[in-house]
């Protein structure tokens, strides 16, 4: 038992002490690399809604909207468990908390990240067809 709880605290340890390797100046300029990527993503797929259903200015604009106030509500909503979380747990289980769900957040954003890539490798090792190699 005492091994397995070694052992674990050698883990978080080291994976704290990866995180704070990390250029902070760099974090932020991937977030916003992110996110200006999501909101080209999110543009793509309005002009495709638009084609498909053939939709006026009028309606993507109220499309936008409430695509807006869902995105509003469910940072409320998070929030909002956020604050329920503190009041019901202790300033340490709190903390606990808060690290696993970061550290989750973080082995979620590795695994996107990895099948990405393995999707790039396939795309390059595909031929394109209508080529001859």
Not at 40 to 56: A, C, D, F, G, V
Not at 94 to 104: F, L, N, P, V
């Amino acid at each position: 038992m005492k091994k397995l709880v070694l052992a674990a605290a050698f883990i978080v340890t080291g994976s704290f002490a990866m995180a704070q390797q990390v250029n902070p100046q760099g974090k932020k300029i991937n977030r916003e690399e992110m996110h200006k990527k999501m909101e080209m993503k999110h543009q793509e797929r309005m002009n495709e809604m638009q084609k498909e259903l053939n939709l006026n200015e009028s309606q993507v604009a109220k499309i936008k909207d409430l695509h807006e106030k869902r995105k509003a509500e469910m940072k409320a909503k998070r929030q909002q468990m956020d604050n329920d979380m503190k009041t019901i747990l202790s300033p340490d289980q709190y903390d606990k908390w808060q690290a696993s769900r970061k550290a989750k957040m973080e082995e979620r954003k590795s695994a996107m990240k990895e099948r990405r890539m393995k999707g790039d490798r396939k795309m390059m090792a595909k031929p394109q067809s209508g080529t001859s190699i």
